[in-house]
């Protein structure tokens, strides 16, 4: 499956952006869908996932209350609305097909989407 994520860009701290991400290819419905990011000289983070099917979310404790990740699954399309922003957000964010934890604890994915830079300015 290919993804294309778009909508980064620079916002003040508090504003608000969202971020898209469709998928092309071959048909996921049944896998779950989510968001990372990576920070200069940091290690790429977890964010949120979606269940495709069901819908169930789950967030970082990082973003919970301040990040909603949600899809409409007739365009392809996962989401991920960011309130609240602080320039500690500032990262280039990720989207990525069939996120799940290894037996070591790293994410495995199916494939990623090409990253969106999102800057918030203090």
């Known amino acids: 499956v290919q993804l294309q994520a778009s909508g980064g860009g620079l916002v003040q701290a508090g504003g608000s952006l969202t971020l898209s991400c469709t998928a092309s290819g071959r048909t996921f419905s049944s896998y779950t869908m989510g968001w990372f990011r990576q920070a200069p000289g940091k290690e790429r983070e977890f964010l949120a996932t979606?269940?495709?099917?069901?819908?169930?979310?789950y967030y970082a404790d990082s973003v919970k209350g301040r990040f909603t990740i949600y899809r409409d699954n007739a365009k392809n399309t996962v989401y991920l609305q960011m309130n609240n922003l602080k320039p500690e957000d500032t990262a280039v964010y990720y989207c990525?097909?069939?996120?799940?934890?290894?037996?070591?604890?790293?994410?495995?994915?199916?494939?990623w989407g090409q990253g969106t830079q999102v800057t918030v300015s203090s």
């Open positions: 979606i269940a495709w099917s069901s819908g169930a979310t």
């Open positions: 990525a097909a069939n996120p799940r934890r290894s037996g070591q604890g790293s994410w495995l994915v199916n494939s």
